[in-house]
């Protein structure tokens, strides 16, 4: 989940220039310019006209045409002229050596919604490159990467909040280079940016012709309930938000420039069971597999020990843990576990059996005294942290140690889910999984609520005090992976639903705080309060600061997602359509005029985020369908 927390940020010197904020295409800074320009309803263009490159870029896939900035980076300097031959809606490049009558070394066609780049032979072997500053947009290129920065056509740019292109190409197997770096630093003189690039390869010896397409497209579930209404619009543009990959290190990833964490890779696998094809031959689950196999081959990642700053030559901040996180290894498990049913590659199963059961076994020998949950090696205690060590799992800056609510209902859905792809299989082994599982579910429910709140606790410590801060989401899951019964859950939220109401969050457009009450001094992690770290005991001082009942969208999914197996659908709703209308909207995505960004605020909306773009929020997306169902029955 952490990126840019409690460290300092990478230097990068890969790109040149700032941003050019367009509000009107045809004018840079006041000034009309020499210039091609495109308009229609899902795209807004503007290209040099001396050199083959896009000098502002802004489309709408919904074909509204929703206003945006162009978040392109401009390099300020060309090295090499082109001569530039403007027909309707084409652009054609020579270079300066070629004479008029050869065929251009560039052109570019613009449909409605359609960019068709033709590059020809003409001894011109320069790439045409599209850069984007993530400070403006999080985009990503989505597809399988066999070689780092190196992505197989056909593949997809995706800029959360506009849209997505599909990118195909007349050649068979061709790579674009790909690559993201985060830096937001002074490097020289120079204002460096945090930025995603695509360099799509010219025409060559071997392929003396070759075409690329990008197509605006929509991609998600197409329900009749989801297919209208502009409290929607945001489903529509934004459904695989979460999926960003890091090209350095060909995973999945909290965004392009960011940390993989090995304890998310569930989220994004769930929600890939739902996503329809992104193009011909390439699913989202091939990401997941992707990701999968990385880790599989022995690849590390936040919440895994051996993960180190600028792990493999990526933007990296290393896991200062001297144990792997408590929900590491179920997230592992329960992804690989939705692959293989999304997909029913048994072929792959059979070739990672031996990876697969070692996860399980890690999960099972976790339940380190025997009881069926299992444990995590820090006790947990009150005021044993010491604003270095993290504690059990995502939330890395509450002190969730010992007996985790949280990772313990990852570990009950994983085993099970294992252990029923097992027996499926005729796997001896699978009894002992879904036997573990059966005894995490027997014991859960009476090692957690808490009778004073009429809550769950998120965690039992090792000296066996309750942690009792009313967590949404350790009480929404337990009700979402099915641990607690319809009447329990239904309690429960009750009691959550009235704490939130007698505490004062009501704004649900801002998400949802992960606990309602400050965490005490001693329960905290971080003892900066930046991070909400409190100086006073009760934590007052640090509330409503990151995660210290900051609200966010992260997790918000498993709240909604519970109301709606209770059939609560009217308090679904309540909290969901905000966050829709908020994520439209784009207000958890960027920075406010703090310089903080929208990831996380407090409950009056003042921004404490550090990521700029977290996907993990974006699961709540999946929710819409079961709105989608309630709303059939």
């Given amino acids: 989940m952490k990126t840019t927390t409690r460290r300092k940020?990478?230097?990068?010197?890969?790109?040149?220039?700032?941003?050019?904020?367009?509000?009107?295409?045809?004018?840079?800074?006041?000034?009309?310019?020499?210039?091609?320009?495109?308009?229609?309803?899902?795209?807004?263009?503007?290209?040099?006209?001396?050199?083959?490159?896009?000098?502002?870029?802004?489309?709408?896939?919904?074909?509204?045409?929703?206003?945006?900035?162009?978040?392109?980076?401009?390099?300020?300097?060309?090295?090499?002229?082109?001569?530039?031959?403007?027909?309707?809606?084409?652009?054609?490049?020579?270079?300066?050596?070629?004479?008029?009558?050869?065929?251009?070394?560039?052109?570019?066609?613009?449909?409605?919604?359609?960019?068709?780049?033709?590059?020809?032979?003409?001894?011109?072997?320069?790439?045409?490159?599209?850069?984007?500053?993530?400070?403006?947009?999080?985009?990503?290129?989505l597809g399988v990467m066999k070689e780092n920065n190196k992505v197989i056509l056909p593949c997809l740019i995706h800029l959360p909040d506009m849209g997505t292109f599909r990118v195909t190409?007349?050649?068979?197997?061709?790579?674009?280079?790909?690559?993201?770096?985060?830096?937001?630093?002074?490097?020289?003189?120079?204002?460096?940016?945090?930025?995603?690039?695509?360099?799509?390869?010219?025409?060559?010896?071997?392929?003396?012709?070759?075409?690329?397409?990008?197509?605006?497209?929509?991609?998600?579930?197409?329900?009749?309930?989801?297919?209208?209404?502009?409290?929607?619009?945001?489903?529509?543009?934004?459904?695989?938000?979460?999926?960003?990959?890091?090209?350095?290190?060909?995973?999945?990833?909290?965004?392009?420039?960011?940390?993989?964490?090995?304890?998310?890779?569930?989220?994004?696998?769930?929600?890939?069971?739902?996503?329809?094809?992104?193009?011909?031959?390439?699913?989202?689950?091939?990401?997941?597999?992707?990701?999968?196999?990385?880790?599989?081959?022995?690849?590390?990642?936040?919440?895994?020990?051996?993960y180190t700053d600028s792990y493999e030559g990526a933007d990296t901040v290393s896991w200062k843990s001297k144990y792997d996180s408590l929900d590491s290894h179920p997230s592992l498990l329960l992804a690989a576990c939705y692959y293989i049913n999304s997909t029913n590659d048994t072929q792959w199963l059979k070739e990672n059996f031996r990876s697969l059961?070692?996860?399980?076994?890690?999960?099972?020998?976790?339940?380190?005294?025997?009881?069926?949950?299992?444990?995590?090696?820090?006790?947990?205690?009150c005021g044993t942290w010491d604003g270095v060590r993290r504690p059990a799992n995502w939330w890395d800056t509450v002190g969730f140690g010992h007996k985790d609510a949280y990772s313990n209902a990852l570990a009950y859905l994983a085993l099970n889910l294992f252990g029923s792809i097992l027996k499926n299989t005729n796997k001896p082994e699978s009894q002992k999984y879904s036997d573990h599982a059966a005894k995490i579910k027997s014991v859960y429910f009476s090692t957690f609520y808490n009778q004073e709140t009429g809550v769950l606790a998120g965690w039992k410590s090792k000296d066996g005090q309750l942690h009792d801060y009313y967590f949404t989401f350790v009480n929404s899951i337990s009700i979402s992976y099915g641990l607690i019964n319809e009447d329990q859950g239904n309690r429960i939220m009750d009691k959550l639903l009235s704490k939130m109401e007698s505490v004062g969050f009501t704004d649900f457009s801002l998400g949802l705080p992960g606990n309602l009450i400050p965490v005490k001094k001693g329960d905290y992690t971080a003892f900066d309060h930046r991070w909400g770290g409190p100086s006073m005991d009760d934590g007052t001082d640090g509330f409503q600061i990151y995660e210290n009942g900051g609200a966010t969208a992260c997790y918000t999914y498993f709240t909604v997602d519970a109301l709606q197996k209770l059939r609560r659908n009217q308090d679904a709703r309540k909290i969901l359509h905000p966050i829709l209308k908020s994520i439209n909207e784009g207000n958890f995505s960027g920075k406010c005029a703090n310089g903080m960004s929208k990831d996380w605020k407090t409950w009056k909306g003042e921004c404490w985020g550090y990521e700029g773009f977290l996907c993990d929020g974006y699961m709540v997306l999946l929710a819409c369908l079961g709105e989608d169902e309630l709303s059939n029955k």
């Fill in 169 to 306: 190409s007349n050649v068979s197997g061709l790579e674009l280079f790909t690559d993201a770096r985060r830096a937001n630093s002074e490097v020289k003189g120079k204002l460096e940016h945090n930025f995603v690039s695509i360099a799509f390869p010219s025409a060559t010896d071997e392929h003396p012709q070759i075409t690329y397409q990008l197509e605006i497209i929509s991609i998600f579930p197409d329900n009749p309930t989801l297919r209208n209404g502009s409290i929607y619009d945001g489903f529509r543009r934004n459904f695989i938000n979460i999926f960003q990959v890091n090209p350095r290190l060909r995973v999945l990833a909290n965004n392009s420039s960011s940390d993989p964490c090995a304890f998310t890779l569930y989220m994004s696998a769930q929600l890939a069971q739902y996503t329809p094809p992104l193009a011909e031959g390439l699913k989202a689950m091939d990401l997941v597999k992707m990701t999968l196999d990385r880790y599989i081959s022995g690849m590390k990642a936040y919440g895994l020990v051996g």
């Fill in 357 to 381: 059961t070692l996860w399980a076994d890690i999960i099972v020998k976790n339940d380190i005294d025997g009881d069926g949950l299992i444990e995590y090696p820090e006790s947990g205690n």
């Fill in 9 to 141: 940020f990478i230097k990068s010197s890969s790109v040149l220039g700032l941003a050019l904020p367009l509000l009107n295409p045809n004018e840079i800074f006041g000034q009309q310019i020499n210039s091609f320009t495109f308009h229609s309803p899902f795209m807004n263009v503007v290209m040099q006209k001396d050199f083959p490159q896009l000098i502002s870029l802004c489309i709408d896939s919904l074909g509204e045409g929703k206003e945006s900035v162009s978040p392109l980076l401009i390099g300020k300097s060309v090295i090499k002229k082109y001569k530039s031959t403007i027909s309707g809606k084409s652009i054609s490049y020579h270079a300066e050596s070629q004479q008029k009558d050869n065929t251009p070394a560039w052109k570019f066609s613009f449909l409605d919604k359609v960019i068709q780049i033709i590059s020809e032979k003409s001894g011109n072997r320069e790439p045409f490159n599209i850069t984007v500053n993530q400070e403006l947009n999080h985009a990503t290129v």
